[in-house]
């Protein structure tokens, strides 16, 4: 399978632990994002990297919040003191970095995050 | 107000019928539009990109009004399989940052 992993696929935790997800975009895609969806709503933007600069950041993404993509292939997004409100699956997309108007981002599977 | 907005539905529909979901987008600077489909508990995945011309794929058509900021899709001939969430989906800014819409959920019954 070359699409976009996603592990774990599921994480359940206590309020107050930290987590960390890490995702392998498509190997020959160089834009990574980071989104959360929550029951009923589209998924929202978190993060993006372009190689392995985070080139931006949502509101969203709280101080607790840190991603990283350190050689430019898989990122990981940690989040420090779990809270009630993080449960949600968190989704990692990648794209191609040429130009053009309709760059799909593929999806992974997400993990689903639940906090007791 | 919410960047992209959908009618949450659901839809319900029975086999074979034509369905339409619409969908409304605030910011006119938006460069590209998408409709991506998304199943229970799945990922979503790219259904199909909306040009301004107006775009088919199949039993699938896809139509861009930029100058009323509104989005439609088609869906002829409704099959079992087409039952899952459909999401908006805009493009906007430099960096392909993508804002989907709640999504509008469609069922299709025998």
Same mark, same amino acid.
Not at chain 1, 32 to 41: A, C, F, I
């Given at each position: 399978? #070359?699409?976009?992993?996603?592990?774990?696929r599921?994480?359940? #935790?206590? =309020?107050?632990?930290n987590?960390?997800?890490?995702?392998?975009?498509i190997? *020959?895609?160089?834009?990574?994002?980071?989104? =959360?969806? #929550? +029951?009923?709503? &589209?998924?929202?933007f978190?993060?993006y990297?372009?190689?392995?600069?985070? +080139? *931006?950041?949502?509101? +969203?993404?709280?101080?607790?919040?840190?991603? *990283?993509?350190?050689?430019?292939s898989?990122? #990981?997004? *940690?989040?420090? =003191?779990t809270?009630?409100?993080?449960?949600?699956m968190?989704?990692?997309?990648?794209?191609?970095?040429?130009?053009? =108007?309709?760059?799909?981002?593929?999806? &992974?599977? &997400?993990?689903? +995050?639940?906090?007791l | 107000?919410k960047?992209?907005?959908?009618?949450p539905?659901?839809?319900?529909v029975?086999? @074979?019928?034509?369905?339409?979901?619409?969908?409304?987008?605030?910011?006119?600077?938006?460069q590209?539009?998408?409709w991506?489909r998304q199943?229970?508990?799945k990922?979503?995945?790219?259904?199909?990109?909306?040009?301004?011309? @107006?775009?088919?794929?199949?039993?699938?058509?896809?139509?861009?009004?930029?100058a009323?900021?509104?989005?439609?899709?088609?869906?002829?001939?409704?099959?079992?399989?087409d039952?899952?969430?459909?999401?908006?989906?805009?493009?906007?800014? @430099?960096?392909?940052?993508l804002?989907?819409?709640? @999504?509008?959920?469609?069922?299709?019954?025998?």
């Amino acid at each position: 399978d #070359t699409g976009v992993s996603q592990d774990p696929r599921h994480k359940i #935790t206590k =309020r107050g632990q930290n987590v960390t997800f890490r995702c392998d975009p498509i190997s *020959e895609h160089n834009r990574l994002y980071w989104y =959360r969806q #929550t +029951l009923g709503q &589209g998924p929202e933007f978190l993060t993006y990297f372009q190689n392995e600069a985070q +080139l *931006e950041k949502s509101r +969203l993404l709280s101080d607790r919040f840190s991603a *990283e993509r350190p050689k430019g292939s898989f990122s #990981t997004l *940690e989040i420090q =003191r779990t809270e009630q409100g993080d449960s949600a699956m968190y989704l990692c997309a990648s794209s191609p970095g040429w130009q053009g =108007r309709d760059q799909p981002q593929h999806f &992974g599977d &997400g993990t689903r +995050l639940s906090i007791l | 107000r919410k960047e992209v907005e959908q009618d949450p539905g659901p839809f319900n529909v029975p086999e @074979g019928a034509t369905v339409a979901f619409n969908c409304t987008y605030s910011n006119s600077a938006s460069q590209s539009f998408f409709w991506y489909r998304q199943d229970c508990r799945k990922e979503p995945k790219l259904l199909m990109s909306v040009y301004s011309s @107006g775009n088919e794929d199949g039993r699938f058509t896809a139509q861009l009004n930029r100058a009323s900021q509104y989005i439609s899709l088609l869906i002829r001939d409704s099959k079992l399989s087409d039952s899952a969430t459909y999401l908006c989906v805009v493009k906007s800014g @430099g960096y392909n940052k993508l804002i989907f819409g709640a @999504g509008t959920r469609l069922a299709v019954h025998p």
